[in-house]
């Protein structure tokens, strides 16, 4: 599975982004996927993941509320919708696939996209 991440950009507090994750490969439906992020000076962190059979859907604490993750197997997509957004949500944000259900650690995350830099400024 190869994935590209891509919808980041620039916005004020308070304002949402929608970032979605292309995956082309026959086992995109078969495939949890996550989000991660990770800010400079910091360690990479799960913000949400979404299982593929079920689609049930996790989120860090720090986004529950304000993110949304959500998939289209047909597209072969994932989008995480980002509504309210705070300045400490700036990070680059990656998408990652693996297989069986969502977990919070990066190092179970077999695949991953490139990355795309969201800045929220105050």
């Known amino acids: 599975v190869q994935l590209q991440a891509y919808g980041g950009g620039l916005v004020q507090a308070g304002g949402f982004l929608r970032l979605s994750c292309a995956a082309s490969?026959?086992?995109?439906?078969?495939?949890?996927m996550g989000w991660f992020r990770q800010a400079p000076g910091k360690e990479r962190e799960f913000v949400a993941g979404?299982?593929?059979?079920?689609?049930?859907?996790y989120y860090a604490d720090s986004v529950k509320g304000r993110f949304t993750i959500s998939r289209d197997n047909a597209k072969n997509t994932v989008y995480l919708q980002m509504n309210s957004l705070k300045p400490e949500d700036t990070a680059v944000y990656y998408c990652?696939?693996?297989?069986?259900?969502?977990?919070?650690?990066?190092?179970?995350?077999?695949?991953w996209g490139q990355g795309t830099l969201v800045t929220v400024s105050s």
């Open positions: 990652a696939a693996k297989e069986v259900g969502v977990t919070g650690s990066s190092y179970e995350y077999i695949y």
């Open positions: 490969g026959r086992t995109f439906s078969t495939q949890s």
């Open positions: 979404i299982t593929w059979i079920g689609f049930r859907t």
